[in-house]
């Protein structure tokens, strides 16, 4: 499968050096990676580009609301044990970020790649992906996304009778209902924390019954498929019952629950889930997440949450009261507009840690901190809030684009 055995078209070939260029001069001009801008050229030049560049790739794909770039890194690092990977590793994840990604391995033998959910079914078309990874599906950027359920549609259509072999959560719904057009899934049991857009049944509209871990409907019947490997703690259980030590660099539940997905996507490979988890390890953090910065002679820990599910998770890895915490929320393009989903965010889970407030949107967030009744302050900048805040390591949370103004003030 390896190596370039079916050469590109001098189309290609143009598209791909032009792209590469205009990316280069991106980069110069200090405007980003040029990944996206690149490919977008790109692809414009050659509309098959995507297509031919996958065409020598065991293509794998993942989707998700949250965890997508975090399991496409922990995926890529357990297939290097297998040949050598080409993966969107910075998380430009729409068709021309992908196609950008996909230009620069030529002699990889996997394509690793995080596909944003509303353009899966179109990159799934394109790439013939040899495997496919659903993690979950939560509401997100409300002005530009669907509800959750038409987005769990256009993946079950868009799937249906997809030659990939889909590793699937089986404990949320909405990915179960999707995943089920396909002829070909493995299960796997990673769990659901935030289960505030999976009350009804997506097949039928029914009331979903939620005895314990299980789920089902109570009017059609749909119910959760019997998993063949699943998170238990702090181990992976493969589908002949053995349990595997997780040992990730990585914090929390979540990072777990991806690590075992990822670990089950490996095995499709030939990849041993020993194997794949000690690999996983070497990933300390992913695009700057999870990085503890030196800003200000403090110790400044980077999450990113960017809808409800994100920061329910997040709030469990923060370390215990009188921990600082700064909270910044931005509502620009790339984040959505509409910030109406903080008021699905529990705040309440923040009671007893001094909390400093800032980006763009920051007093939306203000007034439902007030509402949550939190103890908050609202600063102009991070240099502010971090000079009020009280020693010790501060946890800063950020949505997308204010996750990405931290990096910047912070030389990350």
């Keep these: ?3 370039n055995s079916d050469p590109l078209t001098p189309r290609a070939k143009l598209a791909v050096t032009a792209g590469k260029a205009v990316a280069a001069a991106s980069r110069a001009a200090g405007r980003g990676s040029g990944s996206v801008i690149g490919g977008r050229v790109a692809l414009k030049l050659d509309p098959d580009l995507l297509a031919r560049l996958a065409q020598h790739l065991d293509v794998i794909l993942v989707s998700a609301t949250n965890g997508k770039t975090t399991t496409t890194r922990l995926i890529a690092e357990a297939l290097r044990a297998a040949g050598p990977v080409v993966s969107n590793a910075l998380g430009a994840n729409m068709p021309a970020g992908i196609t ?4 620069g391995g030529s002699d990889a033998k996997f394509g690793v790649i995080e596909v944003d959910e509303k353009y899966l079914a179109g990159v799934a078309r394109d790439t013939a992906p040899k495997c496919i990874a659903l993690l979950n599906l939560s509401r997100d950027q409300l002005d530009r996304a669907a509800e959750t359920r038409m987005l769990a549609e256009n993946w079950r259509e868009g799937l249906a009778g997809s030659k990939a072999v889909v590793v699937a959560n089986c ?3 909405l990915v179960v209902w999707a995943a089920s057009s396909s002829p070909n899934v493995i299960w796997v049991a990673a769990g659901q924390m935030w289960k505030d857009d999976a009350w009804s049944c997506p097949s039928c509209g029914g009331v979903m019954q939620r005895p314990g871990e299980d789920w089902f409907c109570g009017e059609c019947g749909f119910r959760r498929p019997q998993p063949s490997w699943a998170l238990s703690g702090d181990h992976v259980l493969d589908p002949h019952g053995s349990a595997w030590p997780i040992h990730l660099q990585l914090p929390g539940r979540a990072n777990k629950a991806n690590a075992a997905s990822s670990a089950a996507v490996a095995a499709v ?3 041993p889930p020993q194997v794949a988890l000690e690999r996983m390890y070497q990933v300390q953090a992913v695009a700057g997440r999870y990085d503890v910065v030196q800003f200000q002679n403090r110790d400044l820990r980077l999450l990113l949450a960017k ?10 890895l923060i370390d215990p009261p009188p921990a600082p915490v700064i909270l910044s929320v931005n509502a620009r393009g790339a984040d959505g507009t509409d910030t109406s989903w903080l008021w699905d965010v529990d705040y309440t889970r923040l009671t007893g840690h001094p ?9 939306d967030l203000a007034v439902r901190l007030e509402v949550a009744n939190q103890h908050f302050q609202v600063c102009e900048d991070l240099d502010q809030a971090v000079q009020m805040c009280p020693p010790g390591r501060i946890e800063v949370i950020a949505n997308y684009t204010a996750f990405q103004d931290l990096r910047r003030r912070v030389g990350n």
């Design 171 to 173: 404990d949320d719904p």
């Design 269 to 271: 490979f030939g990849v």
């Design 355 to 363: 909390i400093f407030v800032i980006g763009d949107r920051k007093l």
């Design 1 to 3: 499968m390896a190596g």
């Design 100 to 103: 950008s990604a996909l230009a």
């Design 307 to 316: 809808n409800p599910a994100g920061w329910l998770e997040t709030f469990s």
